[in-house]
Structure formats: structure tokens, C-alpha cells
């Protein structure tokens, strides 16, 4: 059988989506299985084994009619027998209409009845720790097999020297030498995911005072003046355990540092994703208008959601998230730093004793 699965845009999304492929290439071990994706996210699945071919969906290609319609032909060249738009929007669908596949797979919208030949709603509700993110994409595989499991661990696959060359940085430095590393995750995907810079440098001041570790930041030379702006905003002795030199040039660069660390805090999003991929424990912060029980994948004592349903559950009661969105500044000043704080110090001790 030949596979095709398709899931576009960002890279939490990406790397989440990938269990298919492995779901799929674990049913059916002599199948091919393609995944399409954005270029840009490539890095979370290179070297990936149950993935036989990777197709891009370039930024040259969505600004091009023609060259999406080249796109669908060659989609439709590779004659899938099985389609799985994870993606489920008007674009991905007609890919996946293109490709005359006997079977196609996606969630039910207004516009993909005519795409699909089988279509799933969302669970409101999770049923196991792995989170809805993980549960709706598996739900998809039912058409084909209803003995596919509930859930698969997304995985990230570094090699050998990807982790030597990390190493050697952090070696340069002597900061593993120099107890705890911890990776933070400075900034969430945009400035309505990310908590407030001030009450961030609380929060690193308490993990400092509490671990004297050693802290390196998750940033792009494009967002120096935030991070900076961070730096300044904690304490003196703070300062001394952040080594802003120390940072990943590119996607994979970051993946192979964060592998080295004891884990990683701060705002929820992709490199929390990549983090729990990699068995690293993650404390995350929940932006107020984001659903936690879609995206606190695997939540335990090692993977902590901290959000303001955690403080304030009658908001979330009937959510408006529009609502949540265009407040979020003053839905974020009500997460105090001194709740997550204390639940950092629980998250602490528990991790000590891996």
C-alpha cells in the first residue's frame, strides 16, 4: 500500500502528526509512506525511519497557482492508495481530492465532503494522557484499521554527531561540568503566546536560586532585543547563569543542546513539543486563550501545563477563546509568577530525582 499524509504549517503540528507515519509503517511494514509538509518545518522529521519520502510545500509554491497546480498532479502521479489530510483546510483538501486515492481521510468542515471519502469530528474530551492533539490525529486511522493504538509518543531523531557537536559547545563552556542545564523557552510563537518578559525573569530567578543551574535561552538573532530585554529584567546573580552566547544556529542545532539539558521551561509551543520528542522533561506556560487539555501532550510529573484554568476554572467553563485572544494581556496578568513559581519548585523536585 502506498500513503500519503499531509499536515501543513507549523511545527509543533508537524512533528505531532508524525505518529501517523509510524503508526502506519508499524501496521503495514512493506507500504510507502510520503509526508507533506512546509519546508521550513523539515528539520523536526529529517532522519526519521518510518517515513520513506518527505514532499515540500514551499513558500514558492503557495504563492503560485501554477505551481500548485503542478503540485496536485504530481500528488496525483504517485497514485496513494490512502490519503490522510491531518491538515483538513480548503488547500490541503484539494491536494487531497487531486489525488483520485480510493480512500481520503480528514476531519468533517463544511467544504470537505466532496474531498474525503471518510471524515472524523473532533474528541472534546481526552481519554488518555497523550492529549487530544495526539487522540484526534489516531482517531483518523480508523478507517483503515480499528486496531491502531490510542496513541503513539511523537519522537525526534538526532544522530550521533548532531549530539557530539552539542556536546562540544556546552564542553567549550564547561557548563555541563557546572550542574543542572536548563533550556528556556523565552518566547511563544507570538506575542499572544508568550508570557509577560518581567514575570518571566521572576520565574528564572526562582529556578536559579532554587538549582544554581545553568541557563541557556531558545532564540532566533532576529528576536535578540526581546531576549535581551529578558536578561536585563532578572537579578544580578541570575544574570551569571545565562549564557546568551550558547544558542542553536538552526532547528536541528537547538534540538541537539536541548537534548543535553535536565529540561526545558517556559512558554508553551513547538519547542516544548520537540522537547518531550526528545524525553526531556518540560514545564510549560500555558497562553490563557490556547485549549490545554489539546496541547498539554503527555502531562505528568515530568511534563507540566501550567494555566489559568489551573487558578481560574469558571472561565473556561463555556470558553469564548476570541474573547480570551483579544484580552490576553489581562488574562495573563491574573497567572501570577508566584503560582508558577511554586509549581515550578514542585516540578523541581521531582525531576532531581531522574
Not at 518510518?50 to 510545500?57: K, V
Not at 498539554?296 to 476554572?313: F, I, R, T
Request: with cysteine; glycine share 4%.
Amino acid at each position: 500500500m502506498k500513503f500519503l499524509v499531509i499536515q501543513q504549517k507549523m511545527i509543533g503540528d508537524v512533528l505531532t502528526s508524525s505518529i501517523l507515519c509510524e503508526a502506519l509503517k508499524m501496521r503495514f511494514p512493506e507500504s510507502e509512506v510520503h509526508y507533506l509538509i512546509n519546508s521550513h518545518t523539515a528539520a523536526v522529521v529529517a532522519h526519521h525511519p518510518f517515513i520513506d519520502q518527505l514532499i515540500y510545500y514551499t513558500p514558492a509554491i503557495e504563492k503560485s497557482s501554477r505551481l500548485q497546480k503542478q503540485l496536485r498532479q504530481e500528488l496525483y502521479d504517485h497514485t496513494y492508495d490512502v490519503v490522510i489530510d491531518v491538515y483538513s483546510k480548503l488547500g490541503s483538501a484539494r491536494m487531497a481530492r487531486a489525488t483520485k486515492a480510493k480512500m481520503i481521510i480528514g476531519y468533517k468542515k463544511w467544504y470537505t465532503h466532496t474531498a474525503y471519502t471518510h471524515s472524523y469530528t473532533y474528541n472534546e474530551v481526552a481519554q488518555t494522557e497523550a492529549g487530544l492533539a495526539i487522540e484526534n490525529r489516531m482517531k483518523l486511522l480508523q478507517a483503515i484499521d480499528s486496531n491502531f493504538p490510542a496513541a503513539i509518543k511523537p519522537k525526534i531523531y538526532l544522530t550521533a554527531a548532531e549530539i557530539a557537536f552539542a556536546k562540544a559547545q556546552l564542553d567549550q563552556h564547561q557548563l555541563l561540568q557546572k550542574g543542572s542545564l536548563f533550556m528556556i523557552g523565552v518566547l511563544g510563537s507570538s506575542p499572544d503566546k508568550t508570557y509577560p518578559l518581567e514575570q518571566l525573569a521572576h520565574i528564572l530567578d526562582a529556578l536559579v536560586a532554587e538549582t544554581s543551574g545553568q541557563l541557556l535561552f531558545n532564540y532566533i538573532p532576529s528576536q535578540l532585543e526581546q531576549v535581551e530585554a529578558l536578561y536585563h529584567y532578572c537579578k544580578a546573580e541570575t544574570k551569571k547563569h545565562i549564557h546568551l552566547e550558547i544558542y542553536g544556529k538552526s532547528l536541528r542545532e537547538f534540538m541537539a543542546l536541548t537534548y543535553h539539558c535536565k529540561a526545558l521551561i517556559g512558554n508553551e509551543g513547538g519547542a516544548v513539543n520537540m522537547a518531550k520528542a526528545l524525553e526531556v522533561p518540560t514545564f510549560a506556560i500555558f497562553s490563557p486563550w490556547i485549549k490545554k487539555q489539546a496541547w498539554a501532550l503527555y502531562e505528568n510529573d515530568k511534563n507540566v501545563a501550567v494555566h489559568l484554568a489551573d487558578l481560574y476554572p469558571e472561565y473556561y467553563d463555556r470558553p469564548n477563546y476570541k474573547k480570551l485572544k483579544k484580552k490576553v494581556s489581562s488574562y495573563y496578568d491574573q497567572l501570577k509568577s508566584s503560582y508558577v513559581i511554586a509549581r515550578l519548585q514542585e516540578f523541581l523536585r521531582v525531576i532531581e530525582q531522574i
